[in-house]
C-alpha cells in the first residue's frame, strides 16, 4: 500500500499524533558494575573451544546519544534511553 506524504500526515493528525523530540531520560546507576563486568570478561576468557558462551543480555551502549525526533502523541512526552556508564 502506497500513501502520499501529506495523506500520511492527515492520518497522524487525525490520531492526534505529533513529531516532536523525546526528553532525555534519567540514569540509575548499578552498584558493582564494574566488578560485575570484569568477572564476565575473565569468564568469557577462560573458555575454550569446547567451552559454550551464552549472553542472556545485550544493550547497545552510546555515551554520546543523539536525540532524534519520533512521532508521540499529543501530551505525552516519551523519554529518551539513557547511556549506560560503566
Known sequence: ???SPSHAR???LANSVRRGRPRAGLR???RGRRKILRRIDRLVRRADSED???YS???D???NPRIGTTYMRRGKQLASSPPERT
Do not use: G, S, T
Open 1 to 3: 500500500m502506497r500513501l
Open 10 to 12: 492527515n492520518l497522524l
Open 28 to 30: 540509575i546507576p548499578v
Open 52 to 54: 559454550e558462551v551464552f
Open 57 to 59: 543480555d545485550e544493550a
Open 61 to 63: 551502549i552510546d555515551l
